[in-house]
């Protein structure tokens, strides 16, 4: 039950897009197609904006986008805007003994 | 209208015992697994423990099983956390939050705002 690796900081300036990388093990993003990510602005709880690796809920804009290659998965957060500056977590099914996984969390920071 | 109300938080002595609850409204409760999951102060979320939808499946994470407790009363759409022989590092901040499906596997769609637990003598 390690956690997934995340950067500790990703920053941009308005406009540009960031990546921002989640590094697991053959046992979790690797095995499963359940990869999600989460934003948490301070003080709230987190919000849902990717599902199972590429899905984007209802609302969500369409500048986030996730991918997943290996036993990596990615966010990409693309036309970046100063509302986006949050923590963001990614998560992944790791099997059905403890079914979850969370990821060290990166801060993203708009320049 | 979806909404998750924890309630619950309090300050407790180390080796004491504290029940979490989280009323659920606006789904049909039984439909959903539900997890706990939660967030000491400045640091990371962390999985705590899940429910199946039905009630008959319980996963924990490894530092509390044995002396945490995740339950649920689909009559009255609401999540429970007995937390028994809490230490220091249980302090956080715990959010009951909505799984996808009714199994636990696609992640947390809904979370509610979070019952803060303060384990200090």
């Known amino acids: 039950q390690s956690a997934l690796t995340q950067p500790a900081s990703v920053s941009g300036s308005p406009g540009q897009s960031i990546t921002i990388s989640c590094t697991g093990t053959?046992?979790?993003?690797?095995?499963?197609?359940?990869v999600s990510w989460y934003q948490q602005h301070p003080g709230k709880a987190p919000r849902l904006i990717i599902y199972d690796v590429t899905n984007r809920p209802s609302g969500i804009s369409n500048r986030f986008s996730g991918s997943k290659s290996g036993n990596t998965a990615s966010l990409t957060i693309s036309g970046l805007q100063a509302e986006d500056e949050a923590d963001y977590y990614c998560?992944?099914?790791?099997?059905?003994?403890?079914?979850?996984?969370f990821g060290t969390g990166t801060k993203v920071t708009v320049l | 209208e979806v909404q998750l109300l924890a309630s619950g938080e309090d300050l407790v002595q180390p080796g004491g015992s504290l029940r979490l609850s989280c009323a659920a409204s606006?789904?049909?409760?039984?439909?959903?697994?539900m997890s706990w999951v939660r967030q000491a102060p400045g640091k990371g979320l962390e999985w705590v423990a899940a429910i199946g939808g039905i009630g008959g499946s319980f996963y924990y994470t490894d530092s509390v099983k044995g002396r945490f407790t995740i339950s649920r009363d689909n009559s009255k759409n609401t999540l429970y956390l007995q937390m028994n022989a809490l230490r220091a590092e249980d302090t956080a901040q715990y959010y009951c939050a909505r799984d996808r499906g009714v199994v636990a596997m696609h992640g947390f769609d809904y979370w509610g705002q979070g019952a803060l637990v303060i384990v200090s003598s």
């Open positions: 606006g789904f049909t409760f039984s439909s959903y697994a």
């Open positions: 998560s992944s099914y790791a099997g059905s003994s403890a079914p979850y996984v």
């Open positions: 053959s046992s979790d993003i690797g095995a499963y197609n359940f």
